[in-house]
Nanobody, 130 residues
Framework: QVQLEESGGGSVQPGGSLRLSCVAS????????MGWFRQTPNNGREGVAF????????HYADSVNGRFSISQDKDKHTGYLQMDGLKPEDTAVYYC???????????????????????WGQGIQVTVSS
C-alpha cells in the first residue's frame, strides 16, 4: 500500500523560507510523478509544483515560479518542496501526491489536475504571517 508522509510545515514571516518533505513508501519509485498541491478553505486544490521521477523534469504554477523549487532524493524515496520568499497568500494546507499511471506527467510533459493523482499525503499546514 502506497503511503505518503509530509513534514516541515509551520509558521513563518513574509519573506521567510520553509522546506517540505514527502516520504513515499510501499511502491517502486520508478515512472512516478510527484506533485505538491495546496488548499485553503475558500479555494479548491491548487497544484504548485511537479516532478517526473525518471527524468527529474519539473513544472511550476505561475504563482510560485521562481520562489518554490521541487526536488527529489531517489535513494530516500523522498520529494522536497523548497519555498522561499513566502507570501501571506501562500498560507494553505500543502499536500504531496503521486501517481504512476502516466496521466499526470511523463516524457510528454505535465498535467496539473489533482483528480489524476492516485495517492495523497495527509496534508501539512503552512502559515505565512507577520
Amino acid at each position: 500500500q502506497v503511503q505518503l508522509e509530509e513534514s516541515g510545515g509551520g509558521s513563518v514571516q513574509p519573506g521567510g523560507s520553509l522546506r517540505l518533505s514527502c516520504v513515499a513508501s510501499g511502491y517502486s519509485y520508478d515512472r512516478w510523478c510527484m506533485g505538491w498541491f495546496r488548499q485553503t478553505p475558500n479555494n479548491g486544490r491548487e497544484g504548485v509544483a511537479f516532478i517526473y521521477v525518471d527524468s527529474g523534469n519539473t513544472h511550476y504554477a505561475d504563482s510560485v515560479n521562481g520562489r518554490f523549487s521541487i526536488s527529489q532524493d531517489k535513494d530516500k524515496h523522498t520529494g522536497y518542496l523548497q519555498m522561499d520568499g513566502l507570501k501571506p497568500e501562500d498560507t494553505a494546507v500543502y499536500y504531496c501526491a503521486t501517481d504512476n499511471r502516466g496521466r499526470t506527467c511523463g516524457p510528454w510533459g505535465f498535467k496539473n489536475d489533482p483528480a489524476q493523482f492516485k495517492n495523497w499525503g495527509q496534508g501539512i499546514q503552512v502559515t505565512v504571517s507577520s
